[in-house]
């Protein structure tokens, strides 16, 4: 059974560096794209990006000159980092996986638990 | 960007009663080369992450109830829960993966009446 299980800071100062990570257990970590999605409190959700084993990355616009993913396949990980925070970005972020296949790694069957992320002086 | 829109924003059904919800694309995700629609359907219970339903507009994910449908094409499509159930409260959105970047409607709530 596949599970992602993710971590990082939940408190973060505006300018600051969000930097979360999410570990794949179980099942193939490569023949799929990762990806990382967020949602403020209360509100809707937003694609930021997604990667596949070999660190080909595409990005949401809006966020692409502050993001940045990255993958290490020795410990079937990926990251997720994000500069230069502001109140703006304080959501649950979550990492997810889609399924195999370049056609449907857009279809994000496997989510992790979500991170509270808040940016606040 | 795609943008999806969904409505209602919320609906109250009675149990075992039907609920619609609707989504309209800004533009088409249907391509006609692999003859597919991409377009996902996601229920989000509180404090969750979003579970997926539906892929391909019709196609149910392993596990999921029957009495959830997909249908539509082109830059309207609908998911329909055949007699709701109470664990069936939830948020849904759909999402389209037919371009970057992936876009996702506002959310519609179903409640029970």
């Known amino acids: 059974q596949v599970q992602l299980q993710q971590w990082g800071a939940g408190l973060l100062k505006p300018s600051e560096t969000l930097s979360l990570t999410c570990a794949v257990y179980?099942?193939?970590?490569?023949?799929?794209?990762w990806s990382w999605i967020r949602q403020p409190p209360g509100k809707g959700l937003e694609w930021i990006g997604e990667?596949?084993?070999?660190?080909?990355?595409t990005y949401n616009p809006s966020l692409k000159s502050r993001v940045t993913i990255s993958v290490d396949t020795s410990k079937n990980q990926f990251s997720l980092k994000l500069s230069s925070v502001t109140a703006a970005d304080t959501a649950v972020y979550y990492c997810?996986?889609?399924?195999?296949?370049?056609?449907?790694?857009?279809?994000?069957?496997?989510w992790g638990q979500g991170t509270l992320v808040t940016v606040s002086s | 960007d795609i943008v999806m829109t969904q409505s209602p924003d919320s609906l109250a059904v009675s149990l075992g009663e039907r609920a619609t919800i609707n989504c309209k694309c800004s533009?088409?995700?249907?391509?006609?080369?692999?003859?597919?629609?991409?377009l996902n359907w996601y229920q989000q219970k509180a404090g969750q992450p979003p579970k997926l339903l539906i892929f391909w507009a019709s196609t149910r994910e392993s596990g999921v109830p029957d009495r959830f449908t997909g249908s539509g094409s082109g830059t309207d499509f609908t998911l329909t829960i055949s007699s709701l159930q109470a664990e069936d409260v939830a948020v849904y959105y759909c999402q389209q993966y037919y371009t970057t970047p992936r876009t996702f409607g506002q959310g519609t709530k179903v409640e029970i009446k």
């Open positions: 179980g099942g193939s970590f490569t023949n799929y794209y």
């Open positions: 997810a996986r889609g399924l195999s296949g370049t056609m449907v790694r857009g279809v994000m069957n496997y």
């Open positions: 990667i596949n084993h070999s660190g080909s990355t």
């Open positions: 533009q088409s995700v249907f391509n006609s080369s692999k003859n597919k629609n991409y």
